[in-house]
């Protein structure tokens, strides 16, 4: 059964964005899909939802507020620390990987250099957080 809640994508750039969403669409996802472009905004949402979306997919080098520090703030909140989060990402620094995993990122995802491989990336992903990951009850 798919979780009617949202998926939150937060991503700067918006060849990215166009891309995801039409990964994810493609996957048959039909979740709503918000959209952040910063950290800042992201965290506006997070925090001001109602209900919490099923998966954040999360870039790291953001304006304002990067993706490490808007991991370690949802993390920080009872409300929030269990949301599921992907680092979606095109940094392979080891420092970044071991650093989203010690502040609490469900996974870790660098993006693909081809449309194809992100594409068919991004579709694994939605299918497996949407359709397979089975969520806390009660909508965390």
């Known amino acids: 059964m798919t979780s009617a809640r949202p998926i939150l994508l937060v991503e700067d750039n918006p060849d990215d964005e166009r891309l995801t ?11 709503e899909i918000l959209v952040a472009r910063n950290g800042e905004e992201a965290l506006n949402l997070i925090f001001g939802l109602e209900a919490l979306p099923s ?3 999360l870039d790291l ?11 370690r703030q949802i993390r920080a909140s ?7 989060i992907v680092v979606l990402t095109s940094s392979s620094e080891d ?27 991004v579709r694994q992903l939605g299918l497996y ?7 806390l009850p009660g909508g965390l």
């Open 95 to 121: 420092c970044d990987i071991v650093e989203s995993y010690s502040l609490g990122a469900n996974s870790y995802v660098r993006k693909p250099v081809g449309i194809d491989q992100f594409t068919e990336a």
């Open 78 to 84: 009872d409300k929030t620390r269990f949301l599921p």
């Open 61 to 71: 080098k953001l304006p304002k507020v990067d993706g490490l520090e808007v991991l």
């Open 55 to 57: 998966v954040v997919l």
């Open 21 to 31: 969403i039409r990964a994810l669409r493609r996957g048959n996802i039909a979740n």
């Open 129 to 135: 957080w949407i359709l397979l990951n089975e969520p």
